[in-house]
């Protein structure tokens, strides 16, 4: 099977003839070579689809990232955001000041930005350079995230107290916000629809607050995203074990989980539901472990997950640091891994399909 159709069998609850891989050694690899990721943008469109297609083939993975994403879309619209030498961009004030500010704000600006316009044509490079090989993602911070990057978190969570409308008001702005920057890009031929919402953990948030205001957006917007004709991932970084139940929910395909998270806990929580993935600590055993390590943190993983479809993937994004002899090893897992899903896993897609 091509990584395209292991990933979409996993997502349709049958069984590849390989256990699904869901990482990227790009940020590792680009690092190796010298850029920033400042430096990469500035690349041609083509080169940088090449870049990423030969990571893949190199060090395995089914889904290759492409598209814009919601930090650089607030630079976009004229927001203050900071390009780092080690690591991804940060926004360094909040761009909203007052949610009645909303309407003014055009996102048709997004379009004309430069890191948007190379986004989208490396997109539509990678995409024809992919065919059938590989799966395409394109993703954002989940709503709520993004909600606390517009407008600061910690003024967000003062008001999902306070002033609960303003907080619905600034949500349904992130939607649209979210598909202006996406939309376009999906249209190219993108297969996955990411995201990924640290804010809604539960570390940051309540069971409740996750309910109430992350929750609903997170479901519009994969409801979205299957409207294109996409499948779903979700992350959450942090401990999301008192809101597993919640999660199928969200209309999500996958989701991906945290090393805080017990994998034998949400394999029985999700297991025939949702497909999992996850979750071995990439500032630990990815990091600062060898290939034992690393070996003996997956082997634990499956043994937890049992027979419940599963994805290898990382705990959470890997760091540029992260030994690549780490990531063969995740590779070399996957590749001789053959997955046997539980009964009602299989009973759920027969229903569904």
Known sequence: MTPKEVYRAVVNFEEPDRMPLSISAHDIVRRQRGLTLEQYYCLPPKEQAEFSLEVHRTYGGDVIRAGFNGTLAIKAMGGKVKFRDKGHPDVEEPFVKAISDLDKINLDAIKQDFHYQVCRETSKELVALAGEEYCISTGSWGPFTQAGLLFGAEPLMRNCLRDREAVYALLDFTFELIKAYSEEIIDLGIDVGTLADPSASGDMVSKKTFEEFALPWLKKTFDWYKSKGLSTSLHICGNVTDRLDLLPESDTDLMSLDYKVSMERAAEILG?????????????????????????????????????????????????????????VMRDLAYSAVPHYKTGAKKKAQQEG
């Open 272 to 328: 025939g539901k949702i497909v999992i993935g996850g979750n071995a600590n990439p500032a630990g055993a990815l990091m600062t472990g060898d290939r034992e390590e690393v070996r003996r943190a997956y082997l634990d993983i499956f043994e937890q997950v049992g027979d419940a479809p599963y994805v290898l993937m990382a705990g959470c994004g890997i760091p540029a640091g992260v030994p690549i002899s780490n990531i063969e």
